[in-house]
């Protein structure tokens, strides 16, 4: 599909246009975020990669993310040699204005990149690639459900039977297609998983330059950062990410499912995969990775080393399930909503979670939390969905402001990543599309999945008084303010009627107030 030029009519929605797959013999422009081979269609094509500092001015990213995405640019830049003609310019329309031949791309991942394309003269945008399913077949399965709701479970079930993952026939493998029961152990109480530390990227001199020329900007004033600078901890070439996969394995795997959720102050990598930097930079194609985890997982049955389905169903379904959901979820639900704001959360992101502060809080677990997230600009899902969104959610914390605090503090996070997970997950404004009912708990959650509250000053069995934990006591207030707009979920019916059992709900509900979004 070539752009229009100037004066045609107008294009048709991204999200809706059907793309061709191939455009064989144009020069293949690839963002920062389509670094893999899956990207070309052949491995001889010629391509464009951009570097626009105007990206990094535009938001505070974290340290780290800037220096992981320039790091994996140029060095898909150094492995493409002359077959790559790479610009670093001030933003994508400096570069363009210098290319002279048509050019091809697969369609990118945001509303505003796929804008960017669209409007391009000489530019054929091609179907999405990166994702186990595409826009086209999701559509298909999406028409296919009429009135019902999309529910991910049912859309990981319907990958799963397409591409023959994790299956007996008509049946998965083991009799169960999904064993997340199985996945919710605790902390265990000697604060150890009993597996390898993860492998780690060496540095280079690409990266010393990456890290001079970031020094230079800031110094500039050109842009601005938020947490600690390296080392590099993720995967900036395809190499990296296929021993990281490889690592993963081999030595983590294995122990992955049972303590995915938990939570160790001692341990922030437990024994997760730490594979979503390079798979959202598409170092890595999804299927690839599947296809790998679930070889992985046969072959070792046949030498007799049996893997626990539950850690390999549960790893699959992160990747082929959730992470594809969320990616079609994201056009599925439209430009809009990242706007919505069902509970009405008005409070503006505290600076001290703005800038990382984890040194100003006083709870245990959200400053550990906050400084994993400063020092690596990574922490996994259960502390960005129980720790950091059950805080903003509790506080009333608007939630497109919360999205794209998200989206700069992580290195994995991208405007697909975040909206659909935080406006619709995490802070539950989308009043029940994508979950049920809000992820909101008090302290007593914390407390079971993890270590951090035998020594925090607070204690979550209180709601009031000094020492009453932000969460337990956020959690009442939660319900509190928002009860009338939960009043017809029927799965939030008991948890709004013990409210009214509370007799020091008066008291709690001033205290929090109090409170606000003081650091806790």
């Known amino acids: 599909m070539a752009s229009s030029a100037a004066g045609a009519g107008p294009r048709p929605d991204p999200a809706l246009a059907e793309f061709p797959d191939r455009a064989p013999g144009t020069r293949r422009w690839c963002f920062a975020d389509q670094l893999g081979p899956h990207f070309l269609d052949r491995p001889d094509q010629p391509v464009l990669l951009i570097e626009s500092r105007a990206v990094f001015a535009r938001r505070r990213f974290h340290r780290q993310k800037a220096h992981l995405v320039l790091s994996a640019l140029r060095h898909r830049a150094a492995e493409l040699g002359e077959q790559a003609e790479f610009h670093q310019v001030g933003t994508y329309a400096e570069a363009l204005d210098l290319v ?92 150890r998983i009993g597996v390898p530390e993860p492998w780690w990227p060496e540095e280079d001199e ?25 080392p590099r901890l993720f995967p900036a070439t395809r190499a990296e990410a296929l021993h990281r996969l490889e690592d993963f394995l081999e030595h983590r795997l294995g122990a992955f499912g049972p303590h995915e959720d938990a939570m160790l102050a001692g341990d922030r990598w437990l024994a997760h995969s730490l594979l979503s930097p390079a798979l959202n930079l598409g170092l890595l194609d999804p299927l690839e990775v599947v296809v790998a985890t679930e070889q992985s997982a046969r072959d070792r049955a046949a030498a007799g080393d049996l893997l626990p389905l539950n850690s390999v169903e549960g790893f699959v379904r992160q990747v082929m399930g959730w992470r594809d959901y969320i990616w079609h979820m994201y056009w599925h639900l439209g430009r809009d909503f990242r706007r919505r704001n069902h509970l009405a959360a008005h409070a503006e992101v505290p600076g001290w979670l703005t800038d990382l502060d984890a040194g100003a809080v006083d709870a245990a677990c959200l400053s550990d939390v906050l400084g994993d997230l400063r020092r690596d600009g990574w922490v996994h899902h259960i502390p960005r969905l129980m720790v950091l969104g059950n805080y903003a959610l509790q506080r009333g914390i608007d939630p497109s402001a919360m999205t794209d605090w998200f989206h700069e503090s992580f290195v994995d996070g991208y405007e697909w990543v975040m909206v659909a997970n935080v406006v619709g997950m995490s802070q539950h404004a989308d009043g029940g599309v994508l979950a049920t009912k809000p992820y909101a708990s008090g302290g007593a959650y914390i407390d079971r999945m993890s270590d951090y509250c035998g020594g925090c000053r607070y204690d979550p069995r209180k709601r009031l008084g000094d020492d009453a934990c932000p969460y337990t006591a956020g959690y009442w207030s939660f319900l509190d303010r928002t009860r009338e707009r939960l009043a017809a979920n029927h799965r939030m019916r008991r948890p709004l009627q013990g409210l009214d059992r509370l007799k020091d709900l008066p008291a709690v509900v001033e205290q929090e107030q109090l409170r606000g979004t003081d650091p806790p």
């Open 100 to 191: 002279r031949e048509p050019l091809s791309v697969c369609a990118p991942t945001s509303w505003g990149s796929r804008d960017l394309v669209l409007r391009r003269p000489g530019v054929e945008v091609l179907a999405a690639r990166g994702f186990v399913t595409t826009q086209e077949e999701f559509a298909s399965w999406a028409d296919g459900r009429g009135r019902r709701r999309l529910l991910m479970e049912d859309f990981y079930r319907d990958s799963r039977r397409r591409h023959d993952v994790l299956m007996n026939g008509a049946e998965p493998v083991g009799g169960r297609w999904n064993l997340d029961e199985e996945n919710r152990e605790p902390a265990p109480v000697d604060g």
């Open 206 to 230: 690409t990266d010393a330059g990456v890290r001079a020329d970031l020094d230079r900007w800031e110094a500039e004033g050109l842009v601005s950062f938020v947490g600690d600078d390296g």
